[in-house]
């Protein structure tokens, strides 16, 4: 049966395991430092130690059949504790596809490893040219016997430099409607022909990348479901990235920081708080930051009652990320003229100096410059008000 434990005590046990996170990690999250792969892959090994590396999942495939409400609890506690970014492309990307649309043979094979961080996985979607108009992917998969030859190009492929396999949406025919020709297909990195080349973002850090497909020889067992199906897939996993990017427990940990800032940085003789324009900001950020809060609950309540989500997850999407990108803004500002210096060297270590100001500044301005990528990924807002327009508005 779903969600026998009630949602208090749930909440309680994700507390109590949270404060058992490692102190180092914990703050290197708590200071947006650099976080390696290994730093990533100790929270999935903790997760799985306490059995709750994929709890969404059914308990058949090894999950808690958590209900939408112990999810939304589990990230927002774990978010605002200090845990890392629970990396999506395994556990709440293809694991969920694998198991819904997969063969029996890749149910077995791939998702014990999902499950064990065995395995790394990445998301083969955007190209250039098709990132928002995703129909217009170009990478082609030609049937050539029992493999299929994969050419092309990925872009803004997140972690590929540590990828074991990538799943990838393909062209297998240029006939009827440009979706109907897309199918998903399972690509191990290690094949040859595979290569990554490195995007520094703005942040000057290496999180993004371009993968190129030079005639990768795919076995035809690793194409999921039916060829030509892959867009009906891609939307499945499309909707559950945008009720997950609303992330609201990392602002409530980002928000408290801001307070602290407000509390302990002087300006003019006193205490920033003091300052009324920076007063009211930070009460404008709370009351959007309660709204969001009570929107997700909201959301949550009508899938608890079964229905889907429609245009509120496109809206929690954009008020999530802008919220996001709003606060961390506030905080670089906070760190008056510290915020003017930035050097990704200091996010390697401790929470080593910067040249002026506090030792938080790095990581609050690798914050505010990584952010802005928050309102473009997961579907661009622009997008999600388009999305908005035809849902809710008929438009
Ligand atoms: C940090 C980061 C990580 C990412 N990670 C991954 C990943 O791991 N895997 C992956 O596959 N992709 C990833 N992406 C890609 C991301 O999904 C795309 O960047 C996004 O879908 C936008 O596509 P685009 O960059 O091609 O921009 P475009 O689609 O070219 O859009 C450019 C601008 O035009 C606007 N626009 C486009 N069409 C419309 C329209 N019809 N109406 C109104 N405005 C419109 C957009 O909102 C945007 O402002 C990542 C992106 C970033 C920045």
């Known amino acids: 049966m779903r969600g026998q434990t009630k949602p208090a005590e749930f909440r309680g046990e994700v507390r109590e395991f949270a404060r058992m996170l490692p102190d180092g990690l914990r703050h290197k999250v708590m200071h947006n430092l650099k976080l390696e792969k290994e730093d990533y892959v100790a929270y999935l090994k ?85 990132g928002s108009d995703l129909a217009g992917l170009r990478t082609r998969a030609v049937r050539d016997g029992d493999h299929y030859l994969v050419t092309g190009q990925k872009i803004w492929t997140t972690y590929a430099q540590w990828a074991d396999w990538i799943f990838c949406l393909v062209r297998t025919s240029q006939e009827d409607r440009p979706q109907k020709g897309i199918s ?98 930070l009460a404008e ?45 506030a905080m670089a500002d906070a760190l008056g003229l510290a915020g003017i210096v930035y050097n990704a060297q200091d996010l390697e270590g401790m929470g080593s100096a910067p040249g002026i100001g506090p030792f938080e500044a790095p990581g609050i301005l690798k914050d505010h410059l990584h952010g802005r990528a928050a309102t473009i990924y997961g579907g661009s807002n622009e997008i999600q008000r388009n999305i908005i327009a035809k849902l809710a508005l008929g438009l």
Not at 93 to 106: N, R
Not at 315 to 329: F, H, P, T, V, Y
Request: proline content about 5%.
């Open 46 to 130: 903790l997760l799985e130690a306490r059995g709750w590396i994929v709890g969404h999942w059914p308990k058949q495939y090894g999950g808690c059949d958590w209900t939408p409400l112990q999810r939304f609890i589990f990230e927002e506690e774990t978010s605002e504790a200090g845990a890392p970014w629970l990396i999506p492309f395994g556990v709440n990307y293809v694991g969920p596809i694998l198991y819904t649309f997969g063969s029996q043979a890749q149910k077995d094979r791939f998702l014990p490893r999902i499950r064990n961080s065995d395995d790394w996985w990445a998301q083969g979607y955007s190209e250039p040219g098709a």
């Open 184 to 281: 998903f297909l399972l690509i191990n990195m290690k094949s040859s022909g595979i290569t990554i080349r490195p995007i520094v973002t703005m942040d000057m850090c290496h999180d993004v990348n371009e993968v190129f497909f030079d005639a990768v020889r795919v076995p035809v067992e690793n194409l999921v479901g039916e060829e030509g199906g892959g867009w009906t897939y891609a939307k499945v996993l499309l909707s559950n990235e945008r009720v997950l990017v609303a992330e609201v427990g990392r602002s409530t940990r980002q928000l408290r920081r801001l307070e602290k800032m407000a509390d302990t940085t002087l300006r003019g003789g006193g205490p920033l708080r003091g300052y009324a324009p920076f007063a009211r900001r």
């Open 285 to 329: 950020l709370k009351l959007r930051h309660f709204v969001l809060q009570s929107t997700c609950y909201q959301a949550v309540a009508d899938a608890m009652a079964g229905s889907q989500p429609g245009a509120e997850a496109s809206l929690m999407k954009i008020r999530g990320s802008e919220l996001q990108q709003d606060i961390a803004e």
